[in-house]
């Protein structure tokens, strides 16, 4: 029996730490608060029904799934009978489906922001005028059955443009995710797509000095850009500008822009295996699962020479210019030995061809046939690599005003001309 005088004289009894306890919870207890629209009372509980969470947070594809449920035979506001209901989450998952490729494997909210923006520019007075939650509240089940034959023919082009034609395998190379939405918009319904154009397009934006595709605006910019080549109207590309040091000083990010744009590059070269020539590095099923993809430093960075050359040289090791895509297996080879050991193991015919493959010069396997670099080779090396990817950016950007700067041009005028090597 509860004896309330006994508990009131007892400042530390077990039901007063246990009260204390409960006041604490409800105190503290952060109660969402949705809003829907549009819907009737009779749906919310099945609304709410299929989005709790047991204690976890919602996100706003779970209250849009949850909005747009309809159960077999309803009818929607357009007049369409859906006999086997409409539940968005079993769409999105069944669209993953079609193949392995890593790309169908995004987020959630990355597909449901694409198809916010095929509502927003197909779908007349919808109120999806943004990708923010605020506007994906407003989507509709009507909405989605509007567009959604058609994406999921844009959305598997998108992903066939980053795979098989700028040979990026995973979504971890993509230096704007926004990319998403303005090229699936781009593909949406446009039976004359211009490859040329859009690997234009995408060069010009993920190497731009400026971060030109990294808010709202910019992105409705974007889309009026890429609807002007579409309609065939008429459009331009701006000036390129490009500051050669933030090449240099790149160093590798999971999400950095300027590092994922660095890693395209290099992997739409289509780098060639070191052992094996004629094999890809970057082959179908290779994908990156980690924060630390399989990338080989040229120079390791814990080498002898780096380690005994690092006050000789201005730009680190850590640089994304001394990267290369290696096998793992070759990688393992390799592990942390000089430049100049390690390179002679290749030294082959085959081997010298496929260096333009990673964008590379032969001037590696020079120092190395004569068994000498210079102090600073560093610097040297990643001088060539940068003007051997601008070279490359330039190809690719054909017929767009391209400009460089370098913000430290006045330290790099300052190394010490190349001997010349005599073989």
């Known amino acids: 029996m509860f004896n309330s005088e006994l508990v009131n004289n007892d400042f530390n009894h077990v039901y007063l730490k246990e009260l204390a306890n409960i006041k604490g919870v409800l105190d503290n207890y952060r109660i969402s608060f949705i809003e829907v629209k549009g819907i009737q009372v009779s749906e919310v509980c099945q609304i709410f029904e299929r989005i709790n969470q047991a204690g976890k947070p919602l996100n706003i594809f779970d ?4 909005k747009t449920f309809k ?14 209901g409409f539940y968005l989450r079993d769409l999105i998952d069944g669209f993953k489906k079609h193949n392995n490729s890593e790309f169908l494997k995004i987020s959630d909210i990355d597909y ?15 109120g999806v005028r943004n990708i923010t939650d605020r506007y994906l509240n407003e989507i509709k089940t009507e909405h989605i059955l509007a567009v959604w034959d058609e994406a999921k023919k844009a959305m598997l082009k998108t992903f066939d443009f980053f795979e ?41 934006q993920s190497f731009h000095n400026d971060d030109l595709l990294s808010n ?3 992105l409705f910019q974007h889309l009026e850009f890429l609807n ?9 590309f701006n000036r390129f500008l490009i500051d050669k040091h933030r090449l240099r000083s790149a160093t590798y990010s999971s999400k950095g822009r300027m590092s994922r744009a660095i890693l395209s590059l290099l992997a739409s070269v289509q780098p060639k295996d070191w052992e094996h020539c004629d094999r890809d590095v970057l082959v179908q099923n290779f994908f ?17 020479y780096v380690l005994n050359n690092q006050h000789k040289n201005i730009i680190t090791s850590d640089s994304l210019m001394n990267i290369a895509y290696l096998t793992q297996i070759t990688n393992l080879d390799i592990t942390n030995r000089n430049p ?3 390179i002679k193991d290749y030294d082959t015919a085959e081997f010298e061809l496929i260096l333009s493959s990673h964008l590379l010069s032969t001037q590696i396997l020079e120092w190395a046939r004569v068994d000498k670099m210079p102090d600073n080779a560093i610097d040297l090396f990643i001088e060539n690599r940068v003007d051997n990817i601008l070279a490359n950016l330039k190809t690719k950007l054909s017929g767009i005003t391209f400009e460089e700067m370098d913000t430290m041009e006045s330290r790099i005028s300052e190394l010490p001309e190349e001997e010349p090597v005599t073989l």
């Open 63 to 66: 209250i849009v799934v949850a």
């Open 71 to 84: 159960p077999a035979s309803a009818k929607v506001d357009s007049g369409i009978i859906s006999d086997n």
């Open 112 to 126: 449901l922001q694409i198809l916010s923006i095929l509502i927003n520019q197909n779908v007349p007075e919808s």
């Open 164 to 204: 098989n034609h700028l040979h990026l395998k995973t979504p971890y190379l993509i230096p704007f995710r926004y990319f998403y939405f303005t090229i699936t918009a781009y593909f949406y319904r446009n039976s004359t797509p211009n490859y040329d154009f859009l690997k234009k397009y995408f060069w010009f």
């Open 216 to 218: 709202t605006t910019q």
């Open 228 to 236: 002007s080549e579409k309609h065939n109207k008429t459009y331009q």
């Open 288 to 304: 990156f699962t980690t924060d630390k993809p399989n990338l080989h430093h040229i120079f390791p960075t814990n080498s002898e």
């Open 340 to 342: 100049l050991e390690y």
